[in-house]
């Protein structure tokens, strides 16, 4: 099912013919390659997904018309028409906040079952070792995405007992420890855990 943009799009290719619509966007990809317009094209915006991915948005002349347009590029979804249209009648690509990563423990019972070995890792996150594991695996992440990438940094952090998981989750994981109650809470499930396993 077509978006609005790529019907806009193909009412473009239906007026100026295939060819046209495979010269705008020829045109468009290599202005965004170079990230530079000329005379006939200006980028306005451009956001880097990671070093595959781009979103450009910008202005394009053909046949003596200005249109406005906002395209995706990349190796996760290949040439995406996000926006399309008349001369300032495009939204501008508004990014999404990205996800950073951080690193948790790979139990996630620890802290019910050894609160001592949570403050432990606790103590860690203050550790350059630590700051420079979560760190270079998001730059990795965002500059050299891939397999080998993934798969290098996730053995890195299982070798310390951790795993990368989004700074939202890790930062929760953490509030819920500090909690007041949390110490009822543990009392709890460890209570129910001896119950099921009594069952």
Not at 16 to 25: D, N, R, T
Not at 130 to 155: C, I, V
Request: glycine share 6%; charged share 30%.
């Amino acid at each position: 099912m077509s978006t609005e943009a790529e019907k806009a799009f193909e009412a473009f290719c239906a007026k100026y013919g295939e060819k046209a619509g495979e010269e705008v966007m020829e045109r468009i990809a290599d202005a965004m390659w170079t990230r530079k317009g000329d005379d006939r094209l200006r980028i306005n915006n451009f956001h880097t997904l990671n070093a595959c991915n781009h979103v450009a948005d910008g202005d394009i002349e053909h046949a003596g018309e200005w249109f406005s347009f906002s395209i995706e590029s990349g190796n996760w979804n290949g040439t995406v028409i996000r926006g399309w249209g008349d001369l300032d009648q495009v939204t501008a690509y508004d990014p999404p906040r990205p996800t950073v990563y951080d690193l948790m423990p790979r139990d996630r019972s620890l802290e019910i079952a050894r609160p001592g070995m949570f403050r432990v890792y606790l103590l860690w996150r203050r550790e350059k070792w630590f700051q420079d594991l979560a760190q270079s695996y998001n730059y990795d992440r965002h500059f050299a995405p891939g397999g080998k990438t993934e798969t290098y940094w996730r053995e890195k952090a299982a070798a310390r007992g951790l795993l990368y998981a989004p700074d939202t989750e890790v930062t929760e994981r953490i509030a819920a420890f500090n909690a007041p109650d949390f110490e009822d809470k543990r009392k709890e499930t460890l209570a129910l855990a001896s119950q099921w396993s009594a069952a």
